[in-house]
């Protein structure tokens, strides 16, 4: 059951024995559901939401461990991330949405698009990727999930260095300092179950192409964490795709130049918004 006490347009609601955080704006059509990334919370969608028409209904949600939502367990699959959305929006009963992921969220749309594919209008990976973790990105999450157990303060310093570009860093200190401090109080726990989930997730390019699902590749040029190789290669591999570049871009273009990113994305939004699945 959803609990109507909110904050502005914030609910909570009771998904698998656990307390998720979700916001709820517009009641028109249609339906854009926006995922954030690792060590992320919804927050990180604030404008982009401002951008969109006023009749369009938004929903943002913090992902198990992120944010105000809670954990499961110690291992955060993306399939489970994938569950947990399905019960928020089962809750709130919306049937046929867009799903709207950065970097992890984008993982999350591609678990939902093997588990729930007749509930998708299209999906949209911001600086994401359909491919599987190579041997090497694994033995960096190893690492990573033992600095976490150690320290994870100074893991969540460490990684948030390398998201965003010199010139954006040294402009925005209050903005990065803000979302450092937010992935502070997450735990242990919850971090290092979300960097299982990253390393052990397959490639879903085969979903993609089987069950022709509407897909934006948006990707940033300069992007040291999902390349625009791998990118490329997707759109080419995906009929249904769209590949569009932002130049001169990393891994949180969408935050660091969104005037850039968000065209192409509301126009992707309204090219496939009389989108019918058929299984």
């Known amino acids: 059951m959803v609990n109507k006490k909110n904050i502005g347009a914030e609910y909570t609601c009771q998904v698998k024995e656990a307390k998720i955080s979700f916001t709820d ?13 690792f060590l992320e919370t919804k927050e ?7 951008r969109i028409p006023s009749n369009y209904r938004i929903i943002t949600i913090d992902l198990p461990g992120h944010g105000k939502s809670e954990p499961i367990g110690y291992y ?3 399939e489970l991330m994938a569950e947990i959305v399905f ?3 089962k809750q709130i009963g919306i049937r046929r949405y867009f799903l709207v992921g950065h970097s992890m969220g984008g993982y999350v749309c591609l678990a939902y698009a093997s588990l729930f594919p007749e509930k998708l209008k299209a999906i949209a990976l911001i600086q994401s990727t359909a491919f599987a973790d190579s041997e090497e990105r694994k033995k960096i999450r190893d690492k990573a999930i033992k600095l976490v157990k150690k320290n994870h303060t100074k893991y969540i310093e460490s990684t948030f260095t390398t998201l965003f570009t010199p010139a954006f860093r040294r402009k925005n200190k209050k903005l990065i300092q803000t979302m450092m401090d937010k992935a502070s109080e997450m735990s242990p726990q919850a971090i290092a179950a979300s960097l299982h989930g990253l390393r052990d997730r ?6 993609l192409q089987d069950k022709a699902i509407p897909c934006l590749f948006l990707a940033g040029e300069i992007d040291k964490t999902i390349s625009l190789v791998d990118a490329a290669l997707q759109h080419q591999e995906i009929a249904t795709s769209e590949l ?13 130049v969104p005037e850039l990113c968000f065209p192409p994305f509301i126009q992707f939004v309204k090219s496939n918004i009389n989108h019918s699945h058929e299984q």
């Open 44 to 50: 990180v969608w604030i404008d982009w939401s401002s």
């Open 76 to 78: 955060h699959s993306m």
């Open 244 to 256: 569009q570049v932002i130049p001169k871009a990393g891994h949180m273009a969408y935050l660091e």
């Open 25 to 37: 704006t517009g009641k028109g059509y249609p339906n854009l559901v926006f995922l954030h990334g």
């Open 202 to 207: 397959p490639s879903r390019v085969s979903i």
């Open 87 to 89: 019960g928020v929006l």
